[in-house]
């Protein structure tokens, strides 16, 4: 064992003992020379069996965790073999594992697991995204540990594992029964991020009720056979990722992610109460159509319309003025006709993303439009019948998603609809961009990250083409204008935030500045040709960009002149 106060390898000082396993001791250190804490974790050599296995344990933690970046996971910077023993040195995570919670304080808050549940879909999502793919496999409460400020740390990557391709299933069987997942134990093919979706609900399962799932009973129930005051619609999603067959799952942590943010959506009452609304709303114009007295019909010069019909409601929401009349109509022509895109892709177009930015009561709003049921069948289910309406539908969304979520973005549920966009009905250029949106998006959670060399672990070479690539030709023809000044905002954004990173990966000056040119060309010919007057929405965009690219070119003239 190390002994308190001695120094190892020169620089790590051994402060006290903070944990004990079955072969392993885990204790705080102290960098002198850096003022930084790290955990070293001694590992005891011996000639058994159990210590190979741990050995490679080992060297398979220490391979992946080496390579990758994330808030919510460890870093570990140095192995050293020392006096009979091998030392890990990883970072420091202050707090307690959720089982030490769970144990301790019993269920925990439906509140606090949420949040916990979707750092894990973004760490995990992270951990998917990899090339290939790195498969968890041994998600539970004693993995993940609670930093004082509320974020998770998955710890201990010793069953993780890449996923191939060429595999029918695991060569070795690991996880911890109760937790893992049918397929991790043989016979029912190999584990994919599916098998991570189920340890998830069993998680959140365990943090809930408080029952291990790996003790007797040995079996999962519903969580409101426990506690009636759950969440029905949390219940309905731990039941979806515990599902026995990976295809009745679902089948990527973005989707996990989305129904965690809207849970609240799946609830029976809150449906009903929506339903509800819909249905009054629907009843209360049909009367003014056939009355001819409410001010829809006043205001949409309809009066001549005797029935209820998906063209009126169209036809009123691109006359009105007001916003919320806009939506209503909007929303009421998708009740009529959810199999048709064109409701869908207005509102988004021409009422949500009216001011640039789409928030996330309007994401709700959305959400609750493609879950409402018609004949047995979702709003969704019923728009994709149209293929080609639902992948233009699924790229806008993704757009907006990507650009305008809450005003900064979110690149993951960009990523989910671009990746449904993708069925080869949008033109090239549309099929191109949702691939090359999609890609960017993982960029972003690599972007700025730093290995131990302090060097960036990103391509910002890779990332620069993406761009250039997103730019290309004829947007505002191809989509619309307000879709083109927000990409050629961005790409200007991008370049003064990133110039020297993009020099630095052989992006030349001139090919940034090649690049503010043509979009600077672009708006020229596609956006002020003069055909029409840009609206509110667009003139707003165009002050934007022009700040933006003269803050680039204020960047590449200070690079330039070093």
Known sequence: MLEIGSVIDGKYKILNKIGQGGMSTVYLAMNERANKQWAIKEIRKCDTEEFEITVKSIKNETEMLKNLSHPNLPSIVDIIDYEGSILIVMDYVEGNTLHMAVTEYGPQSQEYVIEWAKQLCNVLGYLHSQNPPIIYRDLKPANIMLKPD??????????????????????????????????????????DERTDIYCLGSTMYHLLTGKNPSEPPFEMYPIRYWNESFSQGLEKIILKCTQLDPEKRYQN??????????????????????????????????????????????????????????????????????????????????????????????????????????????????????????????????????????ALFAYRLGIDYFYSYEGTGNKQQAAYWFKKAQNGLLNDAQTERAKRLGSISSYYVNLGAMDKTGDSQASYGKYWKDLVAVCDGNIAKIDNKTTALIIYK????????????????????????????????????????????????????????????????????????Q
Request: net charge negative.
């Open 150 to 191: 509320g974020t998770i740390v998955l710890i201990d990557f010793g069953t993780a594992r890449r996923y191939k391709v060429e595999n029918i299933e695991d060569t070795t069987c690991l996880g911890t029964r109760g937790y893992a997942a049918p397929e991790q134990f043989g016979g029912y093919g190999q584990t």
């Open 253 to 390: 942590c973005a989707e996990v992610l989305y129904d965690l943010e809207h849970y609240f959506e799946l609830d029976n009452t809150y449906r009903r109460a929506e339903k509800i609304k819909v249905a009054c709303f629907g009843a209360l114009m049909f009367m003014s159509l056939v009355t001819g007295v409410g001010s829809f019909m006043v205001k949409s010069n309809a009066k001549e319309q005797t029935d209820e019909s998906f063209e009126s409601y169209i036809d009123y929401a691109e006359k009105s003025d007001e916003v919320m009349d806009k939506e209503e109509a909007y929303l009421s022509a998708i009740n009529l006709e959810p199999s048709k895109a064109d409701a869908y892709i207005s509102l988004l177009d021409k009422v949500y993303m009216e001011d640039g930015v789409f928030s996330a009561e309007e994401a709700a709003s959305i959400r609750q439009c493609l879950i409402t049921s018609k004949n047995k069948s979702s709003y969704e289910e019923l728009l994709q019948e149209d293929e080609e309406g639902y």
């Open 490 to 561: 961005e790409m200007a954004s991008q370049i003064a935030a990133n110039a020297e990173k993009f020099k630095a990966d052989d992006v030349s000056i001139d090919e940034m500045e090649m690049q503010l040119l043509n979009i600077e060309k672009h708006v020229k010919s596609d956006i002020k040709n003069g055909d029409s007057k840009n609206t509110d929405m667009e003139t707003q965009l165009l002050q934007e960009l022009e700040t933006n690219i003269a803050k680039a070119r204020q960047v590449l003239t200070l690079i330039e002149n």
